[in-house]
Every structure is written in C-alpha cells, then in structure tokens.
C-alpha cells in the first residue's frame, strides 16, 4: 500500500516536471501574435521606421524602373490635395475600356523606401498604388524586368504605410468620384519632375528633368496622361514644348475621340457623357502583348516615345501605334464592330487615325506606303461582280478591311460616325450577334447617308438581312459606285 503510493507520487511528480520542462512562451494569445512592439498604426506589428530600407529588389529595381541616389531629397508631411469631383460615364457608353480614376499625386516613393499616407476622417474605400506599371510579364523570354512592379493597398482615414520593393509613381484611386476636394500627407516621398499643362512652365520643366533623380514622370494634360521614362525622354527634350504636344493631345482626345463618338462633358442626355478622367499611356522597358496594347493604362515600349511628341506627325495621323491603341479602347464590339471571320478588330480601332488626319486636311501616310500596299487590292476586290461567293471575310487583310468605312466617310461625312455611335448609345439593348451588328452599321450608314447602301454592301461582300433591307426600304437604292472610289 505505502509503495504503491510513493510510485503514484513520483510518477506524477515526473509528470508534472515534463510539462514544465517543455512549456514555452510563443508570443501568442489567443492565436494572434503579439506586436514586439506597441502598435499605433491599427495596422499590426509592422516596422514604420521610414529610415529603415528593404533592399531586396535592389537588383530587380536597378534594371528598371531604376533607384534613386540618396542625394535627391526625401521629403516629409507634403500637403497633396486631389480633385475627387470628376464624372463618371453612363454604362450605356458602350465602349471597350473607360478610363479608371488614378489620381497622380507628383510624388515618388524610391525602392524599398516605407511611404507613410496620412488620411483625413471621411475618405473611406480610397487606394493607394506605387507604380504606374501594371504589366506582369512574368513567363516572358528574356525577361527585362521583374514580373509584376506595381504595389496597391486600400487606406484608411488616419496614418497608413505602404512598401513597394521596386518604386514608382504614387496614386491615390478613389472608390467614386464627389463633389470635393482633399488633402492627403504623404511623407518619404521625392518629387517627380512632372509636366502639368497650364501650371508648369516648359522651360524651366526642362531643367527640372535634367537634375532630377527621379527615373519615371508624367506628362499631364486635362483629357491625356502620358507616363514617361526620364533616360529616354532626356535625348528628346530639345526636340518638342511640352505645353504644346499635351495642348495637341487634350484636342485629339476631345476632337477625335469624343466628339467624333457624340460624346461631350455636359450633354443634355446623361447616355452621351464623355469620359470623365483622361486616357492613360505608360511607356515600359517590357509589356504583357505585342508592341502596344490597349487599357487603363495602354502600354508600350520606350521606343514609342516619339510617337506621342512630334505634333507635325500626330496632325498627319502618322502617330499610328498612340491613336491604334487608344482606338481600341474606344471600340464598340457590342453594338457594331462585328467579330468573327470577317472581323473588325483589328480594323475599326484604326479609322481615328483617319479622322485625325483629315481635321488637317490630310491622309494618313501609311496609304501611300509602297510595301504594304493595302488600298490598291482591296479596290480591285471590290470592284469584282457581285456574288454569292464573295464574302467580307475573303479580305484577309485587317488594313484593307478599313476600305469601305473610309469610303462612307470620304463620300458621306466623318459625321457619319457620330451618327451611328449616338444611336448605338441609345439602343435598348446589346448585340452579342454579328449579323445584328451589321445590320444595326448598314441601316444607321443607309439613314445617315440618305440612300440604300445595299449596293455597296454586296460588292463588299457585307451581307445585312432580309429584314434590315426593310428598314431601309423607304430610302432611294444607291446608284453611285462608290466602292470603286479611291481613299487616296
């Protein structure tokens, strides 16, 4: 009995000592772990030491976007006030990409350096994003740069950090525009050698790019943004005037884009409202797809960025690669531009290269280029007899599918286009069929015009139904060739 309690005592006493033995402290309560450090932020137990440096993608940042030498000045508690009373466009607008809302700040956060934002009380659901960037081109050989460059956090009223391993340009994305204005403080940040159109002065910005530091900056006009690269724009700088190239892009925009759509800043029907925020490009070492593509932002490479600074070229519509990419952000694949074989993808992207040229009373020069050679054979197809094997589809060439459109506008008016986008905006409803679209693009071309373009369809090979020739019945049958005009 006294043995088998002294072994009951020593065996618990073991027991309990081999619990003790490997009990540790693992900083945790209640599954969370606990800040070493007191946080003030509410943002969790995070370093926000702005002195402190995460070098990691030194490497990766040094290739591109490129450091920053600690002799250009870090700068603290800088007052950004941002202009938040912008429209938004109707959904019935109808087009392939409107333009987001990223504010430009003319502040730049350097690689790995902490930005500290400080928010007022009343801005919930606003983003903060480092970078302008926003390729990932991870997968692609060789690669140029890292993969994906861009850092984004939404922030809160009060003081919020954010890191990104590579830099770049700071913006602050509201979550929906209002009738306001605010003031942010953004600290360790430099300054970006920034163009604004009617606030900077084009000489001394010159110089202001000469001595900055700062790798990335922007050129800002009120309906267009271009995001440049200082290396390459340093060898342009006596080449253009900043005040006028951006003057000439704003014009573009509205002129070109806009209006030719029936859009406008205050129409007196909410469905034609223009795009509120400008058309972004972002000029980059490496992109996702081809030479340019399209979006918010569009991208392309740094060898393009002659293309958005020679005004004598924009007026001539020899700026083909800027007016081709943002056409297709203002594409209307649910209402006209048809897909499929016979498709205009490609192709009705590019006739605002046509409608910038003749505002100037000119054509674009690539009609006249000897090796591609488009215009020719695609009037010699036209001009074919009419038959039942004669598709659009068999015009392979997505240049020579721009043939008939610029016929109709040669012959008929560059208002034409207006006419037909206007009504596409008003429809009730979306096509997802492309028989309905080239139905809806022959009866409203027929109405503007003031004749049956049946004709002129068939020898394109553009076949409308029984039903659309209806609609048009009432109209005289057109009697002019006009496939056979020369757009030259």
Not at 216 to 231: N, P
Request: some cysteine.
């Amino acid at each position: 009995m006294k043995i088998s309690l002294i072994r009951s005592v020593v065996g618990l006493t073991l027991l309990l000592t081999i619990q003790t033995a490997c009990k540790k402290d693992y900083n945790y309560k209640d599954g969370y772990d606990t800040p070493l450090v007191t946080d003030t932020t509410g943002v969790g137990g995070i370093d926000t030491s702005l002195s402190k440096i995460d070098s990691s993608g030194f490497a990766d940042a040094r290739k591109f976007p490129g450091l920053i030498s600690v002799v250009e000045p870090r700068l603290y508690n800088v007052p950004v006030t941002l202009n938040l009373d912008f429209k938004l466009a109707s959904p019935n607008i109808r087009i392939s990409v409107v333009p987001g809302a990223w504010l430009s700040t003319g502040y730049y956060a350097a690689p790995g350096e902490l930005l500290k934002v400080v928010v007022p009380e009343g801005m919930e659901g606003m983003a903060v994003q480092i970078g302008s960037h926003t390729d990932d081109v991870n997968g692609k050989l060789p690669q140029l740069r890292a993969g994906v460059i861009t850092t984004r956090n939404v922030v809160l009223p009060g003081v919020n950090y954010i890191r990104n391993i590579y830099g770049g340009l700071v913006y602050m994305i509201p979550a929906l525009p209002s009738k306001k204005t605010v003031t942010i403080m953004l600290s360790n940040v430099c300054k970006a050698p920034d163009f604004v159109l009617g606030e900077t002065d084009p000489v001394a910005w010159k110089d202001q790019v000469r001595r900055s530091q700062v790798p990335v900056l922007e050129l800002r006009g009120k309906r267009f943004i271009l995001t440049a690269y200082r290396k390459v724009l340093l060898g342009l700088l006596d080449k253009f005037d900043a005040a006028a190239v951006m003057s000439k892009w704003d014009e573009v925009i509205e002129k070109d884009y806009h209006e030719w759509y029936g859009l406008s800043d205050n129409p007196a029907d909410p469905v034609d409202q223009a795009p509120g925020t400008p058309q972004r490009f972002v000029l980059d070492i490496q992109i996702s797809l081809g030479s340019g593509h399209n979006g918010y932002p569009c991208m392309a490479y740094l060898d393009w960025h002659s293309d958005f600074l020679d005004i004598a070229e924009i007026n001539r519509g020899a700026s083909w690669g800027p007016f081709h990419e943002i056409g297709h952000n203002f594409q209307m694949g649910s209402m006209w531009s048809w897909s499929g074989a016979d498709g205009l993808g490609e192709t009705s992207n590019n006739l605002f290269v046509f409608k910038i040229a003749e505002r100037f009373g000119t054509k674009p020069p690539r009609i006249y280029d000897e090796e591609q050679n488009f215009v020719q054979p695609a009037l010699d197809w036209a001009a074919k007899d009419v038959g039942s094997g004669k598709h659009f589809s068999n015009v392979t060439d997505v240049f020579q599918r721009l043939v008939p459109f610029v016929q109709l506008f040669q012959r008929y008016g560059y208002g034409m286009m207006g006419y037909i986008c206007k009504e596409a905006r008003h429809e009730q409803r979306i096509s997802y069929i492309n028989e309905v679209k080239k139905n809806f693009f022959f009866v409203k071309a027929s109405r503007y015009a003031g004749v049956n373009l049946k004709p002129f369809f068939d020898h394109w090979g553009i076949a409308v139904s029984s039903s659309a020739e209806e609609d048009v019945a009432d109209l005289p049958e057109l009697t002019e060739e006009v496939w056979k005009n020369d757009i030259r």
